[in-house]
């Protein structure tokens, strides 16, 4: 069967005996991850509810993967060839490429690793847990791999052109070392989760779990901006030894090339024999449980008997959002599928918890030096941050895990096809975002006291105004819910959603500098009767759409 492997992944062959040894059935691993693979490059664009039928999915999901991905692995290159200390330059560079692979994991590949219907199909067939559970990792590595290479390869080709080709290897050794540690620490949360967890209680601890990998990863990368001893008075760090390396787990992978550039002091050393351990204990404690990794996802499949109440909540945002009639129907539409779509879930909430923590750590340097009343101003503005996740949420809106139920819209013709989207946008707001902003504006009261008032307000309304800026992008390339979830929209999505997140980036950055800065609840007041004048005017473009 192992001609059966696709082109250029006849490497494979070389790890027969191991996997072997490790109860897997290799014959059957190279028929399984080449059919996987077919699957995933013909993976279905949904049901055709488009506009655009000219365009077609990707035969590659590789490639196209790769490219996008080396928009980010140019950034980090031109960041390392910076004239900065090599210890700055490589702790920085791994934590931003462990906070960026481990991000696209969660958003992208997730389906991929919580997918429960390989062992319903292929475990009948004789095929077991090891190998099914092999050939899902198997094909998760392809794709995380050419993720890893491409966001941080044009940086190894830097510490190859400024410190030689020995630290070059060192850092691309780390580099693969950080992208299993990372896939580890995933997998391993996971089968906890899996194991302790039953029913809807298991979907809703798994969100939570999501939301808290990508909160504390990204917190402990950004320890040295955070603690108050960690830089010295130039913004750089310190060499000698802290206790917040035993923690900071990206900045371990920064050991080796020290190392190798000859940086022989007990930190290096230190870092190195945890990125090492660390990443052979945690494979080895995976590794030992893979077969019950299958056995537990299966869980997943499992309806939970509790019944759906209209709660007081959705009844309110009904009426505030969308009143009567068509669109009222299509909010509730939007608010039960956003109920039930386990993958939109597992995209979106990572990235709007990494908007919330990311004007904090990027501001962290700056408020440090502030008195409290100072750093006040610009806290209360923080609630803009959930901006970060809007691409996300609305792009990942055109896909589901049971597409067909859109079929319906063939038979049965839209005669305002615009407010199905703006309905199903309003309901993303009111039930993912709009939470959210009430329990920031109630840390913000606290901080700011009655000050805070017009920034909360100013938040929400921001963030409504570009939730319909970015729905009506959505505009007539397809309705909602029509595709179906699957590695090429996560590879597309992260594509989209990275220009988008930069244009938010910018905006927020904006917003909480002027709004900190000049700190008026006249220009708040002004911002907000804009946002509200943007939003009626786009609210109003939807009635005109044609999908």
């Not at 691993?29 to 506009?51: D, E, H, I, Q």
């Not at 991929?112 to 998760?140: H, Q, S």
């Not at 449980?289 to 009844?315: C, M, P, V, W």
């Not at 929400?460 to 729905?471: N, W």
Request: glycine fraction near 10%; charged fraction near 10%; include cysteine.
């Amino acid at each position: 069967m192992t001609d059966q492997l696709p082109k250029g992944l006849g490497w494979l062959t070389h790890w027969r005996g191991w996997l072997t040894r490790r109860g897997v059935n290799f014959d059957q691993f190279c028929l399984l991850l080449s059919t996987k693979l077919l699957l995933v490059t013909r993976s279905s664009g949904g049901l055709g509810l488009r506009l655009n039928q000219s365009a077609k999915p990707s035969a590659h999901p590789l490639r196209t993967s790769f490219l996008w991905n080396l928009l980010i692995g140019g950034a980090l290159a031109i960041f390392l060839a910076l004239p900065l200390p090599l210890m700055f330059g490589l702790s920085s560079f791994t934590s931003a490429l462990f906070l960026m692979f481990f991000l696209t994991m969660l958003t992208s590949y997730a389906t991929l690793l919580l997918d429960p219907k390989d062992r319903l199909i292929f475990g009948v067939r004789g095929v077991g847990d090891r190998t099914l559970n092999a050939v899902r990792v198997g094909l998760v590595t392809l794709f995380l791999g050419a993720t890893m290479l491409a966001q941080g390869g044009p940086a190894i080709i830097v510490l190859v052109l400024r410190f030689g080709p020995l630290v070059g290897l060192a850092g691309l050794i780390s580099v693969v070392l950080l992208g299993v540690f990372a896939l580890m620490i995933a997998l391993l949360f996971y089968l906890l989760v899996l194991r302790f967890f039953d029913g809807e209680k298991l979907k809703n601890i798994l969100n939570i779990v999501q939301i808290a990998l990508v909160a504390g990863i990204y917190l402990v990368s950004q320890l040295p901006n955070l603690l108050p001893n960690s830089v010295d008075f130039s913004g750089l760090l310190h060499t000698g030894f802290s206790w917040w390396y035993l923690i900071a787990l990206p900045v371990w992978f920064a050991g080796l090339p020290l190392l190798a550039h000859g940086t022989f002091t007990a930190l290096a050393f230190l870092l190195t024999g945890l990125s090492l351990i660390g990443t052979i204990a945690l494979t080895w404690a995976y590794l030992h449980h893979a077969a019950a990794f299958e056995q537990y996802l299966e869980k997943l499949d499992q309806s939970g008997t509790t019944i759906r109440h209209n709660s007081r909540y959705f009844r309110l945002m009904r009426r505030l959002f969308a009143g009567h009639g068509d669109e009222a129907a299509y909010f509730t539409l939007g608010w039960r599928m956003l109920q039930s779509e386990r993958e939109y879930k597992l995209r979106v909430y990572p990235q709007l918890v990494y908007g919330l923590i990311l004007p904090m750590v990027l501001g962290a340097n700056v408020l440090r030096n502030m008195s409290f009343s100072q750093a006040s101003h610009y806290l209360v503005y923080l609630g803009v941050g959930v901006i970060f996740g809007l691409p996300t949420a609305i792009w990942f809106l055109a896909y589901s895990s049971q597409p067909e139920a859109m079929g319906v819209f063939r038979y049965v013709p839209l005669a305002h096809p615009g407010l199905l989207l703006r309905g199903i946008v309003k309901a993303v707001f009111a039930r993912i975002f709009l939470p959210l902003l009430l329990v920031i504006a109630v840390v913000a009261l606290a901080i700011g006291g009655v000050h805070a008032i017009t920034p909360v307000a100013l938040s929400i309304a921001l963030t409504y105004m570009v939730a319909l800026v970015y729905g009506r992008s959505m505009g007539p390339k397809q309705l909602p819910f029509s595709e179906e979830f699957g590695p090429q929209k996560g590879m597309q999505g992260g594509a989209i959603g990275f220009a988008m997140v930069f244009v938010s980036m910018i905006f927020l950055a904006l917003i909480i500098f002027v709004g900190g800065l000049v700190f008026s609840p006249w220009l708040d007041l002004a911002a907000i009767a804009l946002a509200a004048l943007v939003a009626w005017l786009i609210g109003r473009g939807y009635k005109t759409m044609v999908i």
